[in-house]
């Protein structure tokens, strides 16, 4: 591998935070705490983060920078290409390209409406019904959201075009802390509206009447696509971070990150909700419909509007660059294609299943499979089941079948981190029982679901 093919430090640290913090937290997150009880919610998916999600990013930097090589590679080096290992990188590439196409359906959306909020579409007095005829409207059209959907896939492509350290670090380096900014700006402005108070209520007030087995998996599933687990995304981010760096330190640290920027999108949102008493609960149109609302009735709503927009098209982007870059690195460093070839190869599988993806809203809706849609379908079959075997083969990699000292060498041996070595032995006992218990659990839960 090429020398400058490594992040610095604090880039390493960004360019996965950024592929952590995406939709996942500003939109997800948020709507989950309310609707599963707040407090009570917030603790068992802080429970889930730290003793589950916490190691399986571990394993996964673990296979990443030991390996210094892309998913393919990593399990096939890291097991000396013995039995099914060589091949279980593939099932990550596939997955990572199925999540980056419905994905990027989404990033389009947020795309187009940074666009519709530059140019003040949102303006004072506009109805809901206007706000959910324009929303239904764009997902079910086809040119306006192809060309969105479009657009962002050649955004996300030409930045993982541009290379690792002058494309992905550049951009996660400035978009992060831009991105802190603007999300601490807007919960500081929100908590001054009147009435806000009843949000943070909502998000915080435990109920544990709440509390079942349903709230458990959607916390540990939320940790999971929160944290990009289960595809290979920091296995290949991991293969870039240097052998100096501080495993444990950048674990936890992202791991962190990832929560409080949770946390800190729900206070930009939830109190601003509640402040203009709208209903909390409303699901994927909270963001495209509630807010936007919001938005045209608050003081200087336009501007609001605008950099909302645009942080959660950031935020979407640092997430998509590291799908895409799962297969790019996988094609480039197996198939010994060109970085520019790979990245035509990504982003046009992309463009083929995401244009199936974004057409199911509107001419293709009558596909459906089990009452499915196709964007349900791409969902659903990687979050419920390819990536929670992604997750299950890493921990159970890492666990049986690396060696103790191998994974000890490279979490605690290295930079100067003998400190941690009770860290190690709490982490390495969770991914040998813990987290695949909890895993398979998942798993079960997830096939039923689907069927
Ligand atoms: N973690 C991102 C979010 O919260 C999404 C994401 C990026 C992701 N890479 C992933 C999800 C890999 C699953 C798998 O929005």
């Not at 400058?4 to 913090?21: R, W």
């Not at 419905?102 to 959306?109: A, D, K, Q, T």
């Not at 601003?272 to 003081?299: C, K, N």
């Not at 791409?378 to 666990?399: E, K, P, R």
Request: overall charge positive; some cysteine.
């Amino acid at each position: 591998m090429k020398k400058e093919e490594k992040f610095g430090k604090f880039g390493a640290v960004m360019a996965m935070a950024g592929s952590a913090v995406g939709l996942g937290n500003m939109w997800r997150f948020p709507y989950l705490l309310g609707e599963y009880g707040g407090a009570a919610f917030l603790m068992v998916y802080l429970a889930c983060a730290m003793l589950i999600a916490l190691p399986i990013f571990a394993c996964e930097f673990v296979i990443g920078r030991r390996s210094g090589m892309n998913c393919m590679g990593a399990f096939r080096a890291l097991s000396d290409g013995k039995g099914i290992w060589g091949g279980c990188g593939m099932l990550f590439v596939v997955t990572c390209t199925i999540i980056l196409s419905f994905y990027s359906v989404i990033g389009g959306w947020s795309l187009e409406y940074f666009f519709k909020a530059c140019t003040f579409t949102f303006h004072e007095g506009i109805s809901s019904d206007e706000l959910s005829g324009i929303f239904s409207g764009f997902v079910s059209s086809i040119w306006p959201s192809l060309t969105g959907f479009l657009m962002f896939v050649w955004l996300t492509v030409y930045i993982v075009r541009k290379g690792i350290k002058s494309g992905i670090e550049r951009f996660g380096k400035v978009a992060m802390p831009v991105l802190a900014l603007i999300v601490v700006a807007i919960a500081v402005y929100v908590f001054m509206l009147p009435g806000s108070l009843a949000g943070y209520e909502y998000m915080f007030k435990a109920d544990f009447s709440k509390l079942n087995g349903s709230v458990i998996l959607a916390a540990l599933g939320q940790s999971f696509f929160s944290l990009s687990l289960g595809c290979g995304c920091i296995i290949t981010y991991a293969s870039y971070v240097s052998k100096k760096d501080d495993m444990i330190k950048h674990s936890i640290g992202i791991t962190v990150i990832d929560i409080i920027f949770a946390l800190i999108s729900g206070c930009a949102i939830m109190p601003a909700v509640f402040s203009f008493g709208l209903d909390p609960q409303a699901g994927p149109s909270l963001v495209y419909e509630t807010l936007p609302y919001i938005f045209s009735r608050m003081p200087f709503g336009g501007i609001v509007a605008i950099v909302f927009f645009g942080a959660l098209l950031v935020a979407t982007v640092t997430s998509s660059i590291s799908m895409c870059e799962v297969g790019v690195a996988y094609l480039s460093q197996e198939r010994g294609y060109s970085r520019r070839k790979s990245c035509r190869i990504i982003g046009l599988c992309t463009i083929l299943l995401g244009s199936l993806c974004s057409l199911s809203f509107g001419p293709l809706s009558h596909l459906t499979l089990m009452g499915k849609n196709i964007f349900d379908m791409c969902d659903s079959l990687s979050s419920n089941l390819l990536m929670i075997a992604g997750a299950l083969l890493t921990v159970y990699f890492v666990g049986w079948k690396m060696k103790r000292e191998d994974v000890y060498d490279e979490m605690v041996g290295r930079g100067t981190a003998k400190s941690h070595a009770p860290f190690f032995k709490c982490i390495y006992f969770l991914v040998r029982y813990v987290c695949p218990a909890a895993i398979l659990v998942i798993f079960i839960q997830g096939l039923i679901d689907m069927l």
